[in-house]
């Protein structure tokens, strides 16, 4: 028997570890801050690899692949790319039995080395736009480290495109915000808010970033993407450049993005329960485990076995199914070596979205017992109804997790205007807090040392144009220049 999981209310933490290592998403690896990705982790992703890959590809970019070795060189030419990362660097010195004459960084980020390529493969403006991006593992190096959510070695995808001009940029590192943002919502089940990062917080060589924000049940906020406008910090650093149409030479333009392995760690954070992992139909595989329970009879094992392959033959090519925005994954469990209790709570622990039970009662009534994961109400289905049944409620699931995790958001974003309330409110209640902030760093340092929350985001309106305030900064009061932010605390 497994290992109890700790309550959320207990110790959140504690039972954020219990649910990745009893479900067997991941373990800690030999080397501290890395981790190993289990197949039940590998898996979902996959899952965010393959529909996301489609959604970056749509926008006309194309996936290649770089070095995981950057020259020290490369990294020192930006300024504020190399105080940011510089810290977390992690450097090869030696290699082949000898001292490197150039050190070589274990890549952080792409922007640089793929800087030095697009210098050589841009001429002119026909070259334009160039958009590259790559699925690959990055290092940075972690003092504290948590399974998914931060660690040294991470996967991610970091989408590089370079562009005319800084209008064409803005609007690619938008377009990315977007596609990030229906990616989490329609896949992940996953409500973000989208807000633009402060001076304070924004990527090291960005003219912008831009991030969606997602709210954990612990009422904490996690960074799920973002997508930067570099301007042309990086272009001028290696001399990234085009012959435009009017014969001059001119600074290409460009953006960076990316979301990573992190994901998974909000998955969990997002949507799970006591008794393990819930996980959205469209990231999770399979989608219905079909469990055969023999009674004492063993003249009905055979009839059993007989119709739990009927009836996934019958699921899987039915009309109803084929409607399903993914292809319908259905396991059998025909193990007789573990018990109906056992495979009942591992299947809970893992977070398969439909149990689906065949006894010899439920073959007297021409019927499984169904259950969904995220509501774990036991009804009975006759087979007839049975394709129609799944695919309801898959669509039901995956809606269903969006809505609860959304409403719990709204039930804890406090609109707030006097600091006194804050500081008291975010001590004892965590959530996201609206506020007004005049947009100078004083302040929102004041905020990150007095109650440990940090500016997440400056709130954007439809058009994407930062929400002007038309009230007094929370901390200081002062009228001008202020703008609608968030503030919370976060991984
Ligand atoms: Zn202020």
């Given at each position: 028997?497994?290992?109890?999981?700790?309550?959320?209310?207990?110790?959140?933490?504690?039972?954020?570890?219990?649910?990745?290592?009893?479900?067997?998403?991941?373990?800690?690896?030999?080397?501290?801050?890395?981790?190993?990705?289990?197949?039940?982790?590998?898996?979902?992703?996959?899952?965010?690899?393959?529909?996301?890959?489609?959604?970056?590809?749509?926008?006309?970019?194309?996936?290649?692949?770089?070095?995981?070795?950057?020259?020290?060189?490369?990294?020192?030419?930006?300024?504020?790319?190399?105080?940011?990362?510089?810290?977390?660097?992690?450097?090869?010195?030696?290699?082949?039995?000898?001292?490197?004459?150039?050190?070589?960084?274990?890549?952080?980020?792409?922007?640089?080395?793929?800087?030095?390529?697009?210098?050589?493969?841009i001429q002119s403006y026909r070259d334009l736009p160039m958009l590259i991006n790559q699925w690959a593992n990055v290092v940075r190096w972690e003092m504290r480290t948590r399974l998914f959510l931060r660690t040294t070695e991470f996967l991610w995808q970091e989408g590089h495109t370079c562009h005319e001009t800084l209008e064409e940029a803005e609007k690619m590192a938008l377009k990315m915000l977007t596609i990030y943002t229906q990616f989490c919502e329609d896949v992940l089940a996953m409500p973000v808010v989208q807000g633009l990062k402060s001076e304070n917080e924004k990527f090291a060589g960005a003219l912008r970033t831009y991030c969606i924000e997602a709210f954990m049940q612990d009422k904490k906020a996690l960074q799920a993407g973002t997508s930067h406008n570099l301007s042309s910090h990086f272009a001028k650093a290696f001399h990234t450049v085009f012959l435009d149409k009017d014969g001059t030479q001119k600074l290409v333009?460009?953006?960076?993005?990316?979301?990573?392995?992190?994901?998974?760690?909000?998955?969990?954070?997002?949507?799970?329960?006591?008794?393990?992992?819930?996980?959205p139909p469209r990231v999770s595989s399979p989608h219905v485990v079909i469990l055969p329970i023999f009674g004492k009879?063993?003249?009905?094992?055979?009839?059993?076995?007989?119709?739990?392959?009927?009836l996934k033959k019958m699921v899987l090519n039915s009309v109803e199914i084929k409607t399903l925005p993914y292809p319908l994954e259905i396991h059998i469990d025909e193990d007789e070596t573990k018990q109906a209790g056992w495979k009942f709570h591992e299947y809970e622990l893992i977070g398969i979205p439909i149990r689906l039970e065949l006894g010899p009662k439920d073959l007297d009534l021409n019927q499984v017992t169904f259950v969904r994961r995220d509501l774990g109400k036991k009804e009975?289905?006759?087979?007839?109804?049975?394709?129609?049944?799944?695919?309801?409620?898959?669509?039901?699931?995956?809606?269903?997790?969006?809505?609860?995790?959304?409403?719990?958001?709204?039930?804890?974003?406090?609109?707030?205007?006097?600091?006194?309330?804050?500081?008291?409110?975010?001590?004892?209640?965590?959530?996201?807090?609206?506020?007004?902030?005049?947009?100078?760093?004083?302040?929102?340092?004041?905020?990150?040392?007095?109650t440990k929350a940090t500016l997440r985001c400056i709130l954007l309106d439809q058009a994407f144009q930062v929400r002007t305030s038309q009230n007094p900064c929370v901390v200081c009061s002062s009228k001008s220049n202020t703008v609608n932010v968030l503030f919370a605390i976060s991984y």
């Open positions: 028997m497994a290992e109890k999981i700790t309550p959320r209310s207990q110790d959140f933490s504690k039972w954020y570890q219990d649910v990745i290592l009893q479900a067997r998403l991941a373990d800690y690896s030999p080397v501290k801050g890395c981790m190993v990705i289990r197949p039940n982790g590998y898996s979902i992703w996959e899952k965010i690899q393959s529909n996301l890959d489609q959604r970056i590809k749509s926008t006309g970019t194309r996936n290649a692949y770089f070095p995981l070795f950057i020259p020290e060189s490369f990294i020192q030419k930006e300024a504020e790319h190399v105080k940011g990362f510089a810290p977390q660097c992690a450097v090869v010195t030696y290699a082949g039995a000898k001292d490197l004459e150039e050190k070589l960084i274990v890549r952080p980020t792409s922007e640089t080395i793929i800087n030095s390529m697009f210098s050589k493969w333009f460009q953006t960076s993005w990316g979301v990573s392995t992190r994901l998974i760690g909000g998955l969990v954070m997002m949507h799970s329960d006591d008794r393990g992992l819930i996980l009879d063993p003249s009905t094992f055979t009839k059993i076995k007989q119709k739990v392959h009927e009975g289905v006759p087979f007839t109804e049975l394709s129609q049944k799944i695919t309801e409620e898959l669509l039901a699931m995956q809606k269903d997790l969006f809505e609860k995790a959304k409403k719990f958001r709204m039930d804890h974003t406090h609109l707030i205007s006097s600091y006194d309330e804050f500081k008291k409110k975010i001590a004892t209640e965590g959530g996201f807090y609206e506020t007004s902030w005049c947009q100078n760093v004083a302040c929102e340092t004041k905020v990150k040392e007095e």
